[in-house]
């Protein structure tokens, strides 16, 4: 096997890593951006709940739900924290399989 096409081989290789690269970086923001939406609906509905005045039969629910309401903003936004620095790291990962790949082409095409 000649060295071009060592290179060709592995500029091959270096394209299906880039492109499943960036495949799981699309997949992390899928989920980042679904967690955003969550949350923003979640704050929305809290809101439209805060402003209005419960009458005193339901005063309790009505703070039950509030209290609620926060634990589960508190852990979406924990949750998406996670998800974001995941995110981070699987778009570093595509950059620098995309780098890889770059410069493969550039060595497969001075090799030929």
């Known amino acids: 096997m000649s060295r071009g096409e060592k290179?060709?081989?592995l500029a091959q290789i270096a394209e299906?890593?880039?492109t499943l690269a960036k495949g799981e970086a699309a997949n992390a923001r899928a989920a980042a951006?679904?967690?955003a939406l969550d949350i923003r609906h979640l704050q929305n509905d809290r809101r439209a709940m805060a402003a209005e005045t419960p009458d005193p039969?339901?005063?309790?629910?009505?703070a039950a739900w509030l209290r609620h309401c926060d634990g589960a903003l508190r852990?979406?936004?924990?949750q998406?924290?996670?998800v974001r620095a995941e995110l981070e790291g699987k778009l570093d990962r595509a950059r620098y399989e995309e780098g890889r790949r770059q410069v493969l082409e550039k060595l497969k095409?001075?090799?030929s």
């Open 33 to 35: 951006d679904g967690l």
């Open 109 to 111: 095409f001075q090799a």
């Open 80 to 82: 998406e924290a996670r």
């Open 75 to 78: 852990d979406l936004r924990g």
């Open 7 to 9: 290179l060709d081989r």
């Open 57 to 62: 039969a339901t005063a309790r629910a009505h």
């Open 16 to 18: 299906l890593k880039a």
